[in-house]
């Protein structure tokens, strides 16, 4: 249950309708409506292929969410097979099965909440996968976070990782992620929710509590797994800044607390 003077945030990453475990989707399903968020958020790939059917099956499962939805693209939300529409029109599935809008935006009276897509239709490497925060994306991004409160939590989805996972690098980074992430510290940004990587882990931006925390998540549904469970995060935003952290993960059948990523932030000077 959520507690009194908090907001609760699903966060989801990487579901892969096309790629899924049914008995993990019911489960999933089951376990945010015995529990219900203020917001559920998928940060990217819906799907494995942008195929139609999946991106059906996709917007079934978050119809039966008891919360509204924030999601942005991932990479394979974009068609790999016909390629006029990948250049052409890139995200008209989404747009028409999941929502007109590709970096939405949500906020209550604590929390603020911004899409940021990093998905990109080509690029200047042969792996099209790789995504960018681009000159133009960003701009708005920071445009949207400064339109919020200032009193408020903000937090920015996006799909591909800002940094690599501890004590290694990955060519999977998203491209223009160090001025990226310096804009993100420089507008108050608390958190950055992201995937892609199919991996769970947290890092610190930057050298000080200023800089946001990157939340990188596991996949809650897939079938692709590298090494890990599925798993997603509730993240609970109290009054006067304080945030807690429970990851949770899939075994023995149920959703189960993962006691040892337990996390807690203290709030912001600012806060």
């Given at each position: ?19 899924t ?23 990217g ?16 499962f978050?119809?039966q ?28 599935r ?12 949500w ?32 701009a ?11 009193c ?13 996972p ?34 769970s ?41 304080r ?12 959703w ?16």
């Open positions: 249950m959520i507690p009194a003077g908090a907001t609760r945030i699903s966060h989801l990453t990487d579901i892969h309708f096309g790629a475990d049914p008995a993990v989707v019911a489960g999933l399903i089951a376990d945010i409506q015995a529990d219900p968020p203020d917001l559920v958020v998928i940060s790939d819906l799907t494995m292929a942008a195929r139609r059917w999946e991106f059906r099956a996709a917007r079934h978050i119809e969410l008891p919360a509204p939805t924030l999601a942005v693209p991932g990479n394979h939300d974009i068609t790999p097979y016909k390629l006029v529409e990948r250049f052409l029109l890139p995200y008209a989404w747009q028409e099965e999941i929502s007109p809008d590709l970096e939405p935006v906020q209550d009276g604590r929390v603020g909440v911004v899409g940021l897509n990093t998905a990109h239709r080509v690029g200047p490497h042969l792996d099209w996968s790789r995504g960018r925060v681009t000159h133009t994306r960003l708005r991004l920071l445009a949207r976070l400064d339109a919020l409160p200032a408020l939590t903000k937090i920015v989805v996006a799909h591909h990782p800002l940094l690599a501890p004590g290694e690098t990955s060519p999977q980074i998203v491209g223009n992620a160090k001025r990226a992430l310096a804009a993100f510290a420089a507008h108050g940004v608390r958190l950055v929710l992201a995937g892609h990587l199919h991996r882990y947290v890092r610190t931006a930057g050298p000080d509590i200023h800089w946001p925390l990157i939340l990188q998540g596991g996949s809650a549904t897939s079938t692709r797994l590298r090494g890990e469970t599925n798993a997603y995060r509730r993240i609970t935003v109290h009054d006067g800044g945030i807690d952290i429970e990851p949770r993960v899939w075994g023995s059948g149920a189960l607390v993962d006691p040892e990523r337990l996390l807690t932030l203290d709030p912001t000077p600012n806060s």
